[in-house]
């Protein structure tokens, strides 16, 4: 019986597979924040360096993984796949499951899949600063990491709530020579203007956006990164599925369903695309399932239309699914799903019916981890515990209908820094929150976006 499914250091790819060149609609161009024209690769040059800019608007399907950035891989890569027999058991399904571990890496998520990539190609260009955002601390750490790697300073605006209750990650990143700041600060514009209205913030990606894109597009010298959402991170990132399909086909089997947390796009993107690939070259009939929180659903509660990707309106404007750039999620413990919007490529998928979403609760999202934790020994991060939920719930079904479906989920990251989380959930101090339709009605109705 085999437990674990490995890869050699050559099998790691060479190539990102880009989805939109096999995608039947293709997304919708961004607009200028100010003209609502589209706006070409140029418009990007102050944020980005040249070769990511290329990367975000590629129509070409495969794209070459710098040797460099496949050298740093090896630290980590490939990552196991193991498959889950201690929580078949427990469920008592019919249902094969398999995760991809993504928590093996240094900063102990998916995230430097693409923080080593983006500074690798700033450091080519010879950028000196990079400044970001971090919900939770998994993309701070990571480009934290990957920017000490490369030589270059690294600035983190890290979402107040997820400062205060995830010391740790902000000690991470420190660790590896980061400042870290908690968003919103009084160092912006951006930030002056929100605690303004309101000195007790709990802050959001989206400010937190908001003040690392001011601080780069003010200094000639600094370049920004992002951690999800956009095209070119979400490509990074499929080098998960690329492996796992690779190890799937090792262990002589295909999944029927594939799972992923849902933020902004890139965990579920990683896992996914490749497989998708299938059901748009191959007709294969794989389902694709995003599960994000019901406090901030906007997969499966939001409207798609242009918004901005920040709370102040500094971005160009995308078409994607939306709660309204003005929202601020609840303080969930699943810092990094707490994003307002969903990235473009993965919201023309679910506008198009190729992709599903599921909204799940806080505590049955807690519950669920705790449960894989006690069948397969590794304590989830809050983020992962939704694609868990969503994976017992269709293992379930599995069970109700008498069917034996295989199941492929992506654990994207280890929850050792989230301890603090998980007391608050067995003290019963974890509450439920789920956003009313007069709530989401609200939010919408303040923008003046362009509908699609």
């Given at each position: 019986m085999t437990r674990k499914i490995l890869l050699e250091e050559h099998e790691i790819p060479e190539q990102w597979y880009n989805i939109v060149a096999d995608m039947p609609?293709?997304?919708?161009?961004?607009?200028?924040?100010?003209?609502?024209q589209p706006i070409g690769p140029d418009a990007l040059a102050p944020l980005f360096p040249m070769e990511l800019i290329k990367q975000e608007v590629s129509t070409d399907k495969w794209i070459p993984i710098p040797e460099e950035v496949r050298e740093v891989y090896k630290i980590w890569r490939p990552t196991p796949l193991y498959r889950a027999y201690g929580l078949e058991k427990a469920l008592d399904t019919p249902a094969k499951i398999y995760y991809k571990y993504e928590g093996v890496s240094p900063s102990g998520s998916h995230k430097p899949n693409t923080a080593v990539a983006q500074a690798y190609y700033n450091m080519k260009e010879g950028v000196k600063r990079i400044t970001t955002e971090t919900g939770a601390g998994q993309w701070g750490s990571a480009l934290s990491f990957a920017c000490q790697l490369f030589g270059i300073e690294c600035e983190v605006y890290m979402v107040k709530i997820s400062y205060h209750q995830k010391p740790y990650r902000k000690i991470m990143m420190n660790t590896w020579g980061a400042k870290v700041f908690a968003s919103p600060t009084d160092l912006t514009q951006a930030g002056r203007q929100i605690l303004g209205k309101d000195p007790n913030s709990p802050g959001s990606l989206g400010i937190a956006i908001s003040e690392a894109v001011e601080r780069a597009a003010s200094d000639d010298a600094t370049k920004y990164a992002l951690g999800s959402v956009l095209n070119h991170v979400l490509t990074h990132q499929t080098v998960i599925g690329l492996e796992a399909l690779t190890q799937m086909e090792k262990a002589g089997d295909l999944p029927d369903i594939v799972v992923a947390p849902f933020g902004g796009g890139s965990n579920f993107a990683g896992i996914s695309f490749p497989f998708l690939r299938l059901n748009l070259e191959e007709g294969k009939k794989i389902r694709c399932i995003a599960s994000e929180p019901a406090s901030c659903p906007k997969l499966t509660r939001g409207e798609f239309r242009y918004d901005f990707g920040d709370t102040v309106g500094m971005t160009p404007l995308l078409p994607m699914f939306t709660l309204g750039h003005n929202f601020?999620?609840?303080?969930?413990?699943?810092?990094?799903?707490?994003?307002?919007?969903?990235g473009v490529i993965v919201s023309q998928l679910l506008k198009d019916q190729l992709i599903e979403a599921r909204a799940h609760h806080q505590l049955e999202c807690f519950e669920a981890g705790v449960q894989f934790a006690k069948a397969e020994g590794i304590i989830p991060a809050p983020e992962a515990n939704h694609g868990i939920a969503t994976v017992i719930a269709e293992a379930k079904r599995c069970k109700e209908e008498g069917t034996s479906k295989t199941i492929l989920f992506n654990l994207c990251g280890h929850g050792n820094f989230d301890m603090s989380a998980y007391e608050n959930y067995f003290e019963g101090k974890l509450q439920e929150h789920e956003?009313?339709?007069?709530?989401?009605?609200?939010?919408l109705a303040e923008l003046d976006t362009p509908t699609i």
């Open positions: 609609n293709k997304p919708l161009p961004p607009l200028h924040p100010a003209t609502k601020v999620p609840a303080p969930i413990h699943a810092g990094g799903l707490r994003y307002h919007g969903a956003l009313t339709k007069e709530e989401i009605t609200a939010s």
